[in-house]
C-alpha cells in the first residue's frame, strides 16, 4: 500500500480593514546598535584558496579543509532552491566576506575585550560568570568566532563537553569527525553545502552517557560586522540516556544592506536520549520600507537515532527579512518522538517560509507539531510542513496544528502541509486555522479599558501560549517582549 | 451622573437612534425595554464608544464631560462598563491576567496606584466571596469554552472588580436558566449603591422581578416612547410593546411609513 496525500491550501489575505487594527507606523529594534571594534578578516570572495585560508586561520586539521573543500566542489554544481513562497533578491556570493573576527583573539573569558563584553551586556548577556543567568551557561559568537563560553568548568566536571566548534575540531577531533555531516550530509542542500564548506564557528555540545546537563546550555549569534556572512555550525550530541536543554538567540544592527546568515545545526540523540532546542531569533528584520535585514536560511535537523529519544524545537522567530528554515526531526529509532513549536510573526515587509519536517522511519513513533504564525504590515508568512511515514512506520502517529492570525489587511498567511504516508497503520492528524483578531476582541479589550496596543500583544499572547509554554522560563518572557517590541505600531 | 439629550445615531448609514433623550443619577437603576431592533443594543454601544456607531446628533454627557469625545478605554477608566449581550472569547489569554490588566490599565488613567499580583488575588477572593462565584472561572481563558451563564456571571463579576460608576447590562438576562438569572441579579443588587448607576436593557420583565428599577423606559423606533415607574414594565407583560406604541402617532420620516 502506498498512498501519498499532499495538500496544499493557501489562504490570502483579502481581509476587511480591522477598525483599530490599522497600518503600520515604526518598528523600534533595540539590537541594532553597531560595535565598534578592531577587526581582522578575509577580503570579500569565495573560491578554493579561502577556503584553505578559513581552514589555515582556524589552525584545522587536514581532514577537515577536505571536508570543507568537497563541499564547497558539491556547492558549485547545485542550483539555489526557488521552490518556497520567497522573493529573494539575487546574492552575489562573491561579494561576501566568509571570515571576519575580532582583532585580538582572547584565550579565556578574562581577556575578552571590554568592548565585547558591552555589547553582549547591552543585549542582554552578561558574560562574567558572576553575573550570569543562574543556571545558563552561554557560548558568544561574534561575528565568525566564539568570544567566550562560561561556565565551562562546572561543565566539565558533569562530564559535559560545551564549547566553540573550533576548539572542538582540535580538541575532540575524534567525536567531531563521527558525528559532523551525519545528521546534514554536505550536500544536503544549496545552503548546507554552503556553510559545510565555510562554515566559521558554533556550538559544540556533548553529553556523555546517562548524563542529565546540570545546566541550560546557550549560544547568542550576534553578527556586527558589514558585508559579512554568519555561517555557524551547531553540533550537539547526547548518548544513551543523556538529557540537554539548549538555547539559542540572535541579534544584528541594522544595516541597509541584506546580510546573509547561513546556518547548519544538527542534533544527535541516542536510545533514551533527550534534546530540547529553543531559539528566539531576532535578526534585523530590515526596516519598514523593507531595506536591509539578514537573510536567514538555516538547516536545522536531529536524528533520534536510538529507541525512545526525544528531539524537540521549539522556535520564537521575529527577526530576519527573509526567514527559510524548517527543523526536522529524523524518527528512526523505534518509539521515538520528535516536537515542533513555533511562532514565527512577520511585519512591514519581511518575509518567511517556515515549518518542519517529520520523517518516520521507526516502529510507533510520535510527532508532534503546533505552528503558530503572525502576520501584520504587508509581510508574507508561510508554513511549510513535511510529515512523512515511511514502510516501516508501524503504528506511528503525527499530530499536526497550524493557525495564522492576521493583523491588519495587506499581510498574507499561507499553510503548505504535506503528507506522505507508506504505512497504512501510520495515523496522521492536521488542522489548521486561519483568523484575525477580531473587532469585538479589541472593543471587549478597550471596553475594560485597556489599550489598543497592550490588547494586541494580549491577542497575540494568548494565541502563542501553547509554544510559549514550551520555552524555558527566562526565554519565555524575553520571547513575550520581544513580540510586544515587534509588534509596535501594528495598530494605528 | 449621565444626561443624554436628543441622540442620534446611525450604524452602517441607517438611522437607528432617533432622538433619544435620558437622564439616570446616581444610585438609580433604569430599566430600558422595547422590542427587536428598536435601538437597546445600540444605546448601549454608543455609549461605551463601540466603533462602527455614528452619532449624527445630539449630545451624552457624563459627569460633566462630553462622553462621546472618549475612546473605550478612556470610557471605561472615567467609569463606564458595558456588560455584553455576547461576551467575547479571547483565547489563551487567563482571565484573572486579562482582569489584572484592565483594572490596572483604568488605575493608571486616574492616577491611582497599580495593584501587584498579591493585592490584585486577595481583591478577586473579596469579590468572589460577595458575588458567590466559584474561582474555577479565573483559571480559565477569558470566555473560552464558558456556557452562556458562565460568560454572563463572568460579566457580572468583572463589573464587580473593576467597580464602575454607571454599569450599562445589554440584555444580561437573555439566554439564562432561572437558577442563572437568579445568581446575576443578586450579583447586581450586591453591586447597587447609592454611587453606582445602573443602565438595564432587557426585553423581558423577568429580570426586573429580581432587579426592581427605579424607572422604566419604553424604546421603540430610536426613541424613548413611555417611562414610568416598575408598573410600567407589568403593563408591558400584559398588553405587549404593541399597546404602547398605540399610544404614539407614527412618525411620517419612519422608514417603511407612507408618505
Redesign the interface.
Known amino acids: 500500500m502506498n498512498e501519498i496525500m499532499n495538500n496544499q491550501s493557501s489562504t490570502a489575505a483579502t481581509l476587511r480593514d480591522n477598525?483599530?487594527v490599522a497600518e503600520v507606523l515604526g518598528r523600534s529594534y533595540s539590537a541594532g546598535f553597531i560595535t565598534e571594534i578592531e577587526m581582522t578578516g578575509l577580503p570579500p570572495g569565495l573560491n578554493e584558496e579561502t577556503i584553505r585560508a578559513l581552514s589555515a586561520i582556524k589552525r584545522e586539521p587536514e581532514w577537515m579543509t577536505e571536508w570543507r573543500l568537497e563541499a564547497y566542489r558539491h556547492w558549485l554544481t547545485m542550483p539555489k532552491p526557488d521552490w518556497a513562497k520567497l522573493n529573494i533578491d539575487p546574492i552575489d556570493y562573491q561579494a561576501i566576506s566568509y571570515y571576519a573576527a575580532p582583532k585580538v583573539a582572547p584565550k579565556s573569558l578574562d581577556e575578552v575585550d571590554p568592548i565585547l563584553l558591552e555589547t553582549y551586556e547591552k543585549l542582554g548577556i552578561p558574560l562574567h560568570e558572576r553575573a550570569a543567568l543562574a543556571g545558563v551557561a552561554v557560548d558568544a559568537v561574534f561575528d565568525s568566532v566564539s568570544v567566550g563560553t562560561t561556565f565551562r568548568k562546572q561543565l566539565a566536571e558533569a562530564g559535559v563537553l560545551f564549547c566553540s566548534m573550533s576548539e572542538a575540531i582540535r580538541e575532540y577531533p575524534e567525536i567531531v569527525q563521527k558525528y559532523l555531516g551525519s545528521v546534514v550530509p554536505t550536500g544536503d542542500n544549496f545552503f548546507a553545502a554552503l556553510n559545510s564548506a565555510v562554515f566559521s564557528d558554533g556550538s559544540f555540545v556533548f553529553i556523555p552517557k546517562g548524563v542529565r546537563c546540570p545546566m541550560e546550555l546557550s549560544t547568542y549569534f550576534r553578527i556586527n560586522a558589514q558585508n559579512t556572512g554568519q555561517f555557524e555550525r551547531t553540533l550537539i550530541v547526547a548518548e544513551e540516556g543523556a538529557h540537554v536543554s539548549y538555547l539559542e538567540g540572535c541579534t544584528a544592527p541594522k544595516r541597509d544592506e541584506n546580510q546573509l546568515h547561513a546556518a547548519v545545526v544538527e542534533l544527535v540523540a541516542l536510545e533514551k536520549a533527550q534534546i530540547k532546542y529553543s531559539t528566539v531569533q531576532n535578526w534585523y528584520p530590515g526596516d519598514e520600507n523593507g531595506v536591509g535585514g539578514i537573510y536567514n536560511f538555516v538547516t536545522k535537523r536531529g536524528d533520534c537515532r536510538g529507541d525512545d529519544s526525544k528531539i524537540s524545537w521549539t522556535q520564537v522567530e521575529t527577526g530576519s527579512a527573509i526567514t527559510w528554515k524548517y527543523p526536522s526531526v529524523v524518527l528512526r529509532g523505534d518509539r521515538s518522538v520528535g516536537e515542533f513549536y513555533s511562532v514565527a510573526l512577520t511585519h512591514h515587509y519581511q518575509q518567511a517560509d517556515t515549518g518542519t519536517k517529520m520523517i518516520h522511519l521507526g516502529k510507533h513513533t510520535k510527532s508532534k507539531i503546533v505552528s503558530k504564525g503572525i502576520s501584520a504590515g504587508r509581510s508574507s508568512n508561510s508554513y511549510r510542513g513535511l510529515v512523512k511515514m515511511e514502510k516501516g512506520a508501524e503504528g506511528a502517529r503525527n499530530y499536526t496544528q497550524c493557525d495564522s492570525l492576521l493583523i491588519g489587511k495587506k499581510c498574507g498567511a499561507h499553510t503548505f502541509p504535506y503528507m506522505e504516508v507508506k504505512n497504512p497503520s501510520a495515523i496522521v492528524e492536521h488542522e489548521a486555522t486561519t483568523s484575525k483578531i477580531?473587532?469585538?476582541?479589541m472593543?471587549?479589550?478597550?471596553?475594560?479599558?485597556?489599550?489598543?496596543e497592550?490588547a494586541v500583544s494580549?491577542?497575540v499572547?494568548?494565541?502563542?501560549?501553547?509554544v510559549f509554554r514550551e520555552l524555558p522560563m527566562e526565554f519565555a518572557v524575553e520571547a513575550k517582549k520581544l513580540l510586544e517590541v515587534s509588534l509596535e505600531g501594528a495598530v494605528g | 451622573m449621565l444626561k443624554i439629550e436628543n441622540l442620534h445615531a446611525r450604524v452602517e448609514g441607517k438611522e437607528i437612534l432617533k432622538g433619544l433623550s435620558l437622564e439616570v443619577n446616581a444610585g438609580e437603576v433604569h430599566a430600558i425595554m422595547g422590542p427587536n431592533g428598536a435601538g437597546k443594543s445600540t444605546l448601549g454601544n454608543v455609549l461605551s464608544g463601540r466603533d462602527g456607531y455614528e452619532v449624527t446628533a445630539g449630545t451624552v454627557t457624563y459627569n460633566g464631560i462630553d462622553l462621546l469625545a472618549l475612546a473605550p478605554e478612556e470610557r471605561a477608566a472615567a467609569g463606564v462598563f458595558l456588560a455584553f449581550q455576547y461576551p467575547v472569547e479571547i483565547p489563551g489569554v487567563n482571565n484573572t491576567y486579562f482582569l489584572r490588566a484592565a483594572l490596572n490599565a483604568q488605575r493608571k488613567v486616574r492616577g491611582e496606584k497599580e495593584l501587584d499580583s498579591m493585592q490584585f488575588l486577595k481583591l478577586v477572593r473579596e469579590k468572589l466571596k460577595v458575588m458567590q462565584i466559584s474561582d474555577e472561572l479565573l483559571h480559565r481563558a477569558v470566555n473560552e469554552g464558558f456556557s452562556g451563564g458562565e460568560k454572563k456571571r463572568n460579566e457580572i463579576f468583572q463589573m464587580a472588580v473593576l467597580e464602575p460608576q454607571l454599569a450599562i447590562l445589554d440584555e444580561t438576562d437573555s439566554g439564562l436558566d432561572i437558577d442563572a438569572l437568579k445568581q446575576v441579579a443578586q450579583g447586581v443588587n450586591t453591586l447597587r449603591s447609592p454611587q453606582r448607576a445602573f443602565l438595564m436593557i432587557t426585553h423581558y420583565q423577568r429580570l426586573l422581578d429580581y432587579v426592581v428599577p427605579d424607572f422604566v423606559h419604553v424604546l421603540a423606533d430610536g426613541r424613548i416612547v413611555e417611562s414610568g415607574d416598575k408598573s410600567l414594565a407589568l403593563k408591558l407583560e400584559e398588553h405587549g410593546y404593541a399597546g404602547i406604541g398605540m399610544s404614539h402617532p407614527a412618525d411620517p420620516r419612519r422608514p417603511g411609513a407612507v408618505a
Not at chain 1, 472593543?443 to 489598543?452: D, E, K, V
Open positions: 477598525a483599530g477580531s473587532d469585538d476582541q472593543f471587549y479589550c478597550r471596553s475594560r479599558g485597556i489599550p489598543q497592550d494580549m491577542i499572547d494568548g494565541f502563542c501560549k501553547q
